[in-house]
């Protein structure tokens, strides 16, 4: 084979540090591109696409499935895509290896809000939140990322450039993917797209890399307030979370939930937990100067008239305060990689979500666990992550299979197998039990009309097949 007409790294100290992510999965890869532009990005693939050499997209590996993580092969890292291109009062245009915390941060700085949050915000890329979808805590109130990106410019795995925004038609050549998803929030396979924009947001770089976005802004709220609400029970944090999603006087933009096993897990860093504390409430209210008093009244109204520990509740609406609450909040998923680290064995989460009716049902399923874990997450969404622990190599096998009970019981209550973490290469085994064979044929028709080679994503959402 000719040397290629780009660098490459086969470094393997360099290597090194891009072979694995969240999930701790570990790949290994011959070699890693870091183009500078499309057009670089456009020879990279089509270079490897000539070669038929599989190439593996990787951002800030902060993906807790795999994606990221080569089965041999070339990585290509989009960090330095790394340019905030444009910024007006709608509209915000960026390359894709920007750091989305520190680009939300610049138009929060103007005014302006680009809503989406996922709790790797300050650690993960637009690009790598536009390839999955991603979600958070404010999903909410404003969705997941979908509906905030308005363009992308992606390179097909033929190396051929494409702008795609909503008015961009489907080539009439390509395969069509049209299936029902659930009636859930789910970042589950590829989207039943009618317009080319959609069909590249949380396609997890399997069908084109998206070097470049554009995203719709917002005005950013005049002034948020947090409250953190202790419950004694499940079934009153349960009541009240209902209470809050049908109040008329409430407008939470995210409803999170903590346990009581989160508790216990930070109870000896946050003093503030009250000792009769068993499960745990977090959520925000976006206001004004003149409307905050008197949401900050009908909050507390319909805590002291809910089962919680009204006389404990946290109100946060200064920097210090509010500071303080989201300390609370992250000590949790802190004290969880915390306890990984110490058991030596790595975690086995859950990314179901449920419709309302399932929500109950579902959360005596994850509290019936007999294995150590913490539970929090998306309530308001009915989407909870069940963090088991297990510590030794029998527990991690018991681990997986309450993990598989767990989704037979979403999929029968019509959930989803991820509802914001994507598919990856660790749930790829699951997606058929959810989607049925014909869908899967379908992605895989649409996949090799567009990537003859294979080369792309190799092994992420769907088997290799050529």
């Known amino acids: ?54 190439l593996t997209v990787t951002a800030q590996r902060t993906s807790t499935t795999g994606g990221p993580v080569p089965e041999g092969g070339w990585l290509l890292s989009t960090e330095r895509l790394d340019r905030v291109l444009a910024i007006t009062d709608t509209h915000a245009t960026a390359q894709a290896g920007v750091m989305l915390g520190a680009f939300q941060d610049e138009l929060e700085a103007r005014g302006r809000l680009y809503p989406p949050d996922p709790t790797s915000r300050d650690e993960c890329s637009l690009g790598g939140s536009i390839a999955c979808n991603a979600s958070g805590a404010r999903t909410y109130r404003y969705g997941p990322t979908r509906p905030w990106v308005e363009a992308v410019e992606v390179v097909l795995p033929t190396g051929e450039v494409r702008h795609a925004d909503r008015s961009t038609p489907i080539p009439a050549d390509w395969p069509r993917v049209a299936w029902t998803e659930p009636h859930v929030k789910t970042a589950t396979g590829l989207y039943p797209a009618d317009n080319l924009l959609d069909l590249f947001i949380g396609q997890e770089g399997i069908l084109g890399v998206i070097t470049q976005a554009t995203v719709r802004l917002t005005a950013r709220p005049e002034r948020v307030f947090s409250v953190l609400i202790w419950f004694p029970s499940t079934p009153a944090g349960l009541d009240f979370v209902r209470a809050a999603k049908a109040s008329a006087a409430l407008s939470p933009r995210c409803l999170e939930w903590y346990d009581r096993h989160s508790l216990d897990l930070v109870r000896e860093r946050v003093p503030e937990i009250p000792a009769a504390a068993c499960a745990a409430l977090w959520c925000e209210q976006e206001c004004t100067e003149a409307t905050q008093d008197a949401l900050m009244e009908a909050w507390l109204a319909a805590i002291e008239a809910s089962g919680a520990l009204a006389d404990d ?59 150590p874990h913490v539970l929090f997450g998306h309530v308001g969404d009915n989407h909870l992550h069940l963090n088991l622990l297990p510590r030794t190599p029998a527990e991690l096998e018991q681990a997986w299979g309450i993990w598989r009970d767990l989704y037979a019981r979403a999929l029968a209550a019509g959930g989803t197998l991820s ?45 290799y097949q050529v």
Request: hydrophobic share 45%; aromatic share 6%.
């Open 1 to 54: 084979m000719p040397a290629p007409p780009f660098e490459i790294v086969t470094d393997p100290g360099v290597l090194a540090g891009y072979l694995s992510d969240a999930s701790n999965t570990r790949g290994h890869a011959e070699a890693l591109v870091r183009p500078r532009s499309t057009a670089e990005v456009s020879a990279v693939v089509a270079w490897c696409q000539r070669h038929a050499i599989p």
């Open 313 to 371: 509740t946290l109100f946060a609406d200064d920097p210090a305060s509010l500071a303080r609450l989201r300390a609370i909040r992250h000590a949790v998923p802190a004290g969880v990689n915390e306890r990984v680290a110490r058991n030596g064995m790595p975690k086995v989460g859950t990314d179901f979500a449920v419709p309302d009716r399932a929500l109950d049902d579902m959360m005596a399923a994850y509290e019936a666990t007999l294995l």
């Open 419 to 463: 509802a914001e973490h994507g598919v990856g290469k660790l749930k790829r085994p699951y997606l058929a039990e959810m989607v049925g064979p014909e869908v899967i044929s379908a992605f895989a028709a649409l996949k090799r009309h567009l990537d003859p080679a294979w080369i792309l994503g190799r092994g992420t959402m769907l088997g």
